[in-house]
């Protein structure tokens, strides 16, 4: 109270000028220093009588924020009253030396205790502590980075988090990191907000580009200097940009501190001119060019870049991203042709990920009703739109999507993705059932889409790549699809892309299995698990293929054991994934293998309880393979006419479709003979299994690898059986 009267007195007493102004200050003063002194030995004196009746604990919180009066008050205790029992636990931030240098350090039994930085994982931690499920490893990772080891930032962005702030930044955080920028001079601030344009890692020509006539180039260097002098900024070696030096942030609230003291129209402005110098100096990254394009109002440009980014995640098959990229773009309302750019993009993940076919038919007839016919947009549109009525049973939609492709002509720069949806148009025709029609298809196509070795390689790869599918199933000639499937993987070494490598080792190892190289074709099929999530309706295939040559293996080598438990394996995986996630063709397909699998192991009963359900499931150019398995577990349970009935519909099915899918032609004839030896039509059975044979001889013939000869008659199965029984029945 004294103080403050003595103060006011002070303030509102105006000192005349001259000696008597002098004696006057002089006299104030004196008082002052007076009054310290009483208010100094009042403090001692109090803390004397408190530490003489009990132990003294005295706390003084945030002292990076206390006054000189109270440091030297505490300095004379700890200096006359030493011997006292009392303890001072004063609490700071480092900046606490920058307000009061040398702290104490003259004073005994003075002890400094500087935390260390909260580790990685107990950061970790104490976020899942904290939100429990509501953490995702995104939310986790960004709060343990921006709080860089501060565990009371850590604490403020967890509160922020739980109470789903969209990712601002807590106000008491904001006031700290602002506290220690408006500690800097005017024109380091000035600095800061045009680094912080550029994200945690700037370039000095960046920055100087940001002020321009505000400030010199030169000065904006000494500037960067001094803030790295203050561990505001540190310097990375070996920056990106040649002849630039490249600084970050040392702490990411620095950064989202100064950014956030920009005006909107600064940051408008200071992105374009941050994007424009990135571009200028070589930045490839597309996603960092569409967030400058974006926060800088050129939604145009942004939506080109995230363009970019989407057709650079779907290259290495992240298809979240890329949906995501792709949607970033579509909401700046692009241009017409970035647009219809953005939905092509949208129909090639739709053709590796069937989880919403439907979203897939809005962008596919969208592209169908408004891009160019033949462009890269509409080939893209047709593909997804032939893979999206076939899942979501669409058929008489999809047999007029396939006439469309008869009488067009692909644009010089689409025929890649013409000859892709060509070979989806084929594809997909034997899938239903029309394998003779897709044979006319194919040789119509050949003079208008089939590209020359010397034409586009994306071209050529998907065209060989539908030959490597279906020449075994449609022309009997497995050796040929194993060849055009070699050719498709030598064309993958010249053009990229994982999509392509799956696809080439797919088939690979497929036809590789038709042939009996068993050990190579599992090699080929392991090596692309990747696949199961990404490759669309193909996804299913291999891990059908790879239970049924594990399945084959065990009867070759006679272990039903190791390889068969495999095999069971595999298969059920395959019937659960479908089941879960409601893909019909995975379940039908895994319940399939998983039916073959139990009827190799001797248990024919719960092989039919597992296939009975996939033949609602499976397609068209399956149900002859499938029919034909069920024929072999009837003949297994005894009911041999039942089993007579259903070979001669598998028979049928066949001939009528003109191939049957997974190459099972010799096992439906090999079946439908076993099953006519069974009900005592012995004639029958011998003509069937001359014509079998006949067949089987005829495809070898076309192998002129003499080990593949030997392997496919050999090792396959249904094959060493057919001529077994033909020497046996024929003599």
Request: net charge negative.
């Amino acid at each position: 109270q004294r103080v403050t009267e003595f103060l006011g007195e002070l303030v509102g007493t105006p000192f005349p000028n001259g000696e008597e102004g002098s004696a006057q200050l002089r006299a104030a003063h004196q008082d002052a220093q007076l009054m310290s002194e009483q208010m100094r030995n009042a403090w001692l004196d109090f803390l004397a009588a408190e530490a003489a009746a009990r132990p003294v604990l005295l706390v003084l919180e945030d002292l990076h924020w206390g006054d000189f009066a109270t440091v030297r008050f505490i300095d004379a205790a700890l200096r006359d009253r030493g011997d006292l029992p009392w303890m001072v636990l004063a609490l700071a931030r480092p900046e606490v030396f920058d307000v009061f240098p040398k702290l104490w350090a003259e004073r005994q039994h003075v002890q400094e205790i500087r935390l260390k930085e909260l580790g990685k994982k107990a950061g970790e931690r104490l976020v899942r502590q904290v939100l429990g499920d509501r953490a995702g490893p995104d939310t986790i990772e960004r709060l343990v980075r921006q709080a860089d080891g501060n565990a009371f930032y850590l604490e403020e962005l967890i509160r922020a988090a739980a109470a789903d702030n969209g990712g601002a930044l807590p106000q008491t955080v904001l006031a700290m990191v602002e506290s220690r920028l408006a500690q800097l001079p005017l024109e380091a601030r000035a600095v800061l907000r045009a680094a912080s344009v550029f994200g945690e890692v700037c370039w000095q020509g960046g920055v100087a580009t940001l002020l321009g006539d505000a400030m010199a180039p030169d000065a904006v260097g000494d500037w960067l200097t001094r803030l790295v002098d203050q561990e505001v900024l540190a310097i990375r070696p070996g920056g990106r940009f040649p002849g630039e030096r490249e600084l970050v942030f040392r702490h990411a609230l620095f950064r989202e501190g100064a950014y956030e003291t920009l005006t909107d129209d600064d940051r408008r402005s200071a992105h374009r001119l941050a994007g424009d110098w990135l571009e200028q100096h070589g930045e490839t990254e597309p996603m960092v060019l569409a967030g400058h394009a974006e926060r800088g109002g050129d939604p145009a440009r942004a939506a080109r870049c995230y363009l970019r980014g989407a057709e650079q995640a779907f290259h290495v098959l992240d298809l979240p991203v890329t949906l995501a990229r792709v949607a970033l773009g579509l909401a700046c309302e692009p241009a017409p042709e970035v647009r219809l750019a953005l939905l092509g993009m949208r129909c090639e993940v739709s053709l590796q990920d069937l989880q919403d076919p439907d979203a897939a038919m809005v962008a596919a007839e969208e592209l169908l009703r408004t891009a160019p016919r033949g462009s890269t947009p509409w080939a893209q549109a047709l593909s997804a739109f032939y893979q999206a009525a076939v899942v979501t049973g669409r058929i008489p939609e999809l047999l007029a999507a396939i006439e469309l492709i008869r009488d067009v002509q692909p644009a010089p720069e689409a025929s890649g993705r013409m000859a892709l949806a060509c070979a989806f148009a084929i594809g997909l025709s034997d899938m239903i059932g029309r394998v003779a029609q897709a044979s006319e298809l194919e040789a119509q196509l050949v003079t208008t889409v089939r590209p020359t070795r010397d034409g586009d390689p994306v071209a050529r790869f998907w065209w060989t790549l539908m030959l490597a599918g279906r020449s075994s199933h449609a022309h009997d000639d497995p050796w040929a699809a194993l060849q055009h499937a070699e050719e498709s993987h030598a064309i993958f070494e010249v053009i990229g892309g994982e999509r392509n490598f799956l696809a080439s080792h797919l088939y690979r190892g497929t036809n590789l299995s038709y042939l009996g190289a068993f050990e190579a074709a599992v090699h080929a099929l392991e090596r692309i698990a990747t696949g199961d999530a990404t490759f669309g309706m193909g996804s299913s295939h291999r891990r059908f293929t790879l239970a049924w040559v594990r399945a084959d293996m065990s009867t070759l080598d006679g272990t039903l054991d190791g390889t068969l438990d495999a095999a069971r394996e595999i298969a059920q995986a395959l019937r659960d994934h479908g089941c879960t996630h409601r893909v019909p063709l995975d379940e039908g397909r895994g319940r399939w293998a998983l039916a073959e699998v139990l009827r190799r192991r001797g248990d024919p009963g719960e092989a039919e309880r597992e296939l009975l359900p996939a033949l609602a499931l499976l397609i068209p150019l399956e149900q002859p393979g499938a029919r034909a398995t069920l024929a072999a577990i009837r003949l297994a349970q005894g009911r041999a006419a039942d089993a007579l009935a259903t070979a001669e519909d598998a028979a049928a099915r066949a001939t009528a479709m003109g191939g049957a899918g997974m190459f099972r032609g010799a096992f439906i004839r090999l079946i439908h003979a076993e099953a006519l030896h069974e009900t005592g039509a012995h004639e029958a059975a011998r003509r069937a299994i001359a014509v079998a044979r006949a067949r089987l001889l005829a495809i070898a013939d076309r192998i002129p690898d003499p080990a593949y000869r030997r392997s496919f008659l050999e090792n396959v199965p249904e094959n060493a059986r057919t001529l077994a029984l033909a020497r046996a029945w024929l003599a």
